[in-house]
């Protein structure tokens, strides 16, 4: 069936905000974050986190470096009332971090809700009601001023209640939930009208949390409503205004971060953006996308596997393969020119790094988020030379020379094509190894003899070197000893002799691998037969001469 009742949805409102400032705006520094894991997040879940696996997650979330967590509706169940007296009992909550705990304004669970937090040292009761349009006529049938009553009663009972609990200092914090749903004016009429019940001031600042509880419009929308929420609050010294969205659209992100360009001061999000539905905003890639514009998130991401595990044990939840900043893919390139570009990036980098990061298609380094370059390039059948030869440099330490790499790289396309699959890296080496250090048909080097005149091999007079070899070629062996300006002009000039072929070394390189005792030498040839076909070959061996002629017998034998 075609997609054609588009007519029954309507177009949402824009604001009419005229001056707006937030496009001009820059985020510089760290909103006051909230995370919201172990409360929306769970109650999305198909199986909501155990006592155990919140206690879990809250520990990894005091190790990011939240100050403000969201810890559960203790009037929802069992499991996250004990879960708050646990956390009250045996002293888990470090002096810096303050809970926070929801609850709808209804009596009985707000009662409830103070019940859980006897004893606390610091926490912000989090208390809501649903304010939207929608809401007020097909859930509640309530007209604005009864549901303004709601929230109103729910502020002075949690005034009263927070006023009794001696020894604890709580804080308020209220949502008029679905706002995105919400008339602005009436909106700010409620939370103007809790900001009375409570009492906030600029002593006693309450936070009022503006959720996009489902997300219903293209951010700068969003933004607009902040901006015009803001300019409009009466006592804003008295408030920290929070935002709370969530990821209908796919648009969460860019929402909060529009929304803080817009005048909020906080954020509410969750781990890789679990949470109703679509979820909430991504609080990792939030952070990390200040982190790449230069500003410190004060959250530290830098064990992003562990943080993705624990995430993983604790909600059964999967992180996307192409998750931002976290899934395992985002760090790699198959297709070939993106493998060039990061393969010259990093080169660049190595060879003068000013500290600032700039590699082609990578935004961030991945080592700040604790990833290894391992996997950076994977070869499949979209990769190209500069992919194969950053994987035979970065996991083998070959330096494939430049002139070489159109020939390995069309090697390695061939089999992938022919295999349809991806190679991993030692079967790239494996693969090069096996067509380019050919060494035994049809020629394969028997002996090899090498002396300099004055055994001074840094030499290179023409003629110093003299080479004596013995070469198989079928079941015929032949010898010959030749003198040359070095071991491979000597080795060339003796062979093309005894041979018959013609052939000259066009371009050579070497290096070596590995340290110490198991240095070994890697040297690359290119021939050019006098018909002009050309072949390369590879040596390898732990003197460096051999492995030269090892290097032309294979470009000779691939011929
Ligand atoms: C956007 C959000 O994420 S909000 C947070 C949502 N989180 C949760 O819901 C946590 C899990 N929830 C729960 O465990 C339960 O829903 C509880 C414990 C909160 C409430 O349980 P119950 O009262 O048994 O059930 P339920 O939620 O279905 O109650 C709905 C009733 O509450 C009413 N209600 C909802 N909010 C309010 C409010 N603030 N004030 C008065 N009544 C309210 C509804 O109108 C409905 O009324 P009705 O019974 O007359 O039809
Ligand atoms: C309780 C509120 C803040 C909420 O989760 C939402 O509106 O999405
Ligand atoms: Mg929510």
Redesign the pocket.
């Known amino acids: 069936m075609a997609m054609t009742n588009s007519s029954k949805y309507t177009a949402y409102p824009a604001v009419g905000l005229s001056g707006r400032t937030w496009p001009d705006q820059r985020i510089s520094s760290a909103p006051v974050w909230c995370s919201i894991d172990l409360?929306?997040g769970n109650?999305?879940l198909p199986v909501p986190m155990s006592v155990d696996e919140k206690l879990e997650m809250f520990r990894l979330l005091v190790d990011i470096g939240f100050k403000e967590i969201e810890v559960g509706?203790p009037?929802?169940?069992a499991v996250?009332y004990q879960f708050v007296r646990k956390l009250i009992d045996e002293d888990l909550i470090p002096r810096d971090v303050t809970i926070q705990v929801?609850?709808?304004?209804?009596e009985h669970?707000v009662r409830r809700t103070f019940d859980s937090l006897e004893g606390v040292r610091n926490a912000i009761v989090h208390l809501?009601?649903?304010t939207s349009t929608v809401q007020r006529d097909v859930?509640?049938r309530k007209n604005r001023e009864e549901i303004k009553a709601?929230?109103i009663d729910?502020a002075r009972l949690v005034r009263e209640l927070a006023d009794a609990a001696e020894g604890s200092a709580i804080r308020f914090q209220y949502?008029p939930?679905?706002f995105t749903g919400t008339e602005l004016d009436y909106a700010l009429e409620v939370c103007h009208a809790v900001m009375g019940a409570w009492g906030a001031d600029e002593s006693d600042r309450m936070i009022i949390n503006l959720?996009s509880?489902v997300e219903m419009s293209t951010p700068n929308v969003f933004a607009d409503r902040i901006e015009w929420f803001c300019r409009n609050l009466e006592h804003r010294e008295a408030a920290i205004v929070s935002v709370h969205t969530h990821n209908d659209r796919g648009t969460a992100v860019a929402s909060a971060e529009l929304a803080l360009m817009a005048g909020a001061d906080r954020v509410e999000g969750a781990l890789f953006g679990n949470?109703?539905r679509c979820g909430n905003l991504d609080i990792v890639t939030m952070a990390l996308n200040m982190y790449t514009q230069g500003v410190d998130p004060e959250l530290d991401f830098s064990h992003l596997s562990h943080t993705i595990d624990v995430y993983r044990d604790c909600t059964r939840m999967p992180v996307h393969p192409r998750h931002p900043y976290a899934g395992e893919l985002v760090y790699t390139a198959f297709s070939g020119s993106h493998q060039d570009a990061i393969n010259k990036g990093m080169k660049a980098l190595a060879d003068h790094d000013d500290g600032v990061w700039n590699v082609p298609y990578l935004p961030i380094d991945p080592k700040d988020v604790g990833f290894s370059y391992k996997a950076i390039v994977r070869i499949n059948s979209q990769s190209g030379k500069g992919g194969v030869a950053y994987v035979m440099e970065s996991a083998f330490g070959y330096q494939i020379p430049r002139w070489m790499q159109p020939d390995v790289g069309k090697v390695v396309q061939n089999v992938v094509d022919e295999e349809g699959r991806e190679l991993s890296p030692d079967e790239v080496r494996d693969l090069f190894v096996r067509e380019y250090v050919r060494l035994q048909e049809p020629y394969a080097l028997k002996k090899c003899h090498i002396t300099w005149e004055d055994e001074d091999p840094d030499r290179n007079d023409e003629e110093a070197t003299t080479i004596t070899t013995a070469v198989q070629k079928g079941s015929h062996e032949f010898g010959f000893t030749a003198r040359g300006n070095g071991p491979v002009d000597a080795f060339v000039k003796g062979f093309i002799r005894d041979s018959g072929l013609e052939f000259t070394v066009s371009d050579y390189a070497e290096h070596a691998i590995g340290h110490s005792a198991d240095t070994l030498a890697v040297a690359y040839v290119k021939i050019t037969t006098s018909a002009g076909t050309v072949s390369f070959g590879a040596g390898i061996d732990s003197n460096i001469s051999l492995a030269s002629i090892k290097a032309v017998l294979s470009a000779v034998n691939r011929l």
């Open positions: 409360r929306d109650q999305a509706f009037a929802a169940s996250e929801l609850t709808q304004a209804r669970l809501y009601n649903s859930v509640f709601i929230a729910g949502s939930e679905s959720p509880t949470g109703e």
